[in-house]
């Protein structure tokens, strides 16, 4: 038996610091993020759909604004004190760099967290969707630039 995947895919401007890179990945910089939310069900809802993509969105949407004009830095970044006082949008990583894959799996683990199955969902416009029984989040994937980007899957099954 197969299953429907359905996809949802966010935008954002967002910079950090590796401050382990040996090169130029260690001064602060920025990306145009783009996101990839990819979720699957085997069955449809009662209107025919795996997931309303407006539910999707709006639960997603919260997450990315974090990042919005953020600047990821890691919690053992000697400069980090500095970088706080720069930026009141600092979201720091405890004990890692904030490269995309590190990004990645914490918006994974963050979206699986609140796609449980039966959670409402208000959308800005007011109305709500249930999230379906059975929905599955399949993975993220994080576009740093247009030829790089990192993925984390849930484990197959
Ligand atoms: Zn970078």
């Not at 939310?37 to 539910?55: H, I, P, S």
């Not at 500095?82 to 600092?90: A, G, K, W, Y």
Request: aromatic share 8%; with cysteine.
């Amino acid at each position: 038996m197969g299953f429907y995947r359905i996809a949802k895919t966010f935008e954002v401007e967002y910079a950090h610091r590796l401050s382990k890179h040996p090169e130029r990945c260690r001064f602060p910089h920025g990306h145009r993020l783009r996101i990839e939310v990819v979720v699957r069900g085997r069955a449809l809802d009662d209107n025919d759909m795996v997931c309303d993509y407006k539910a999707l969105k709006t639960l997603v949407l919260e997450l990315v604004e974090e990042l919005d004009h953020g600047l990821g830095v890691s919690s053992d970044d000697p400069h980090r004190l500095m970088l706080e006082e720069m930026s009141e949008r600092l979201l720091v990583f405890e004990g890692v760099d904030p490269t995309t894959e590190v990004l990645v799996k914490r918006l994974f683990d963050e979206i699986s967290g609140r796609l449980t199955p039966g959670r409402k969902v208000v959308t800005p416009s007011g109305v709500t969707y249930t999230v379906p029984q059975g929905l599955q989040l399949e993975r993220v994937r994080v576009w740093e630039t247009s030829t790089s980007w990192a993925e984390y899957t849930a484990d197959a099954g």
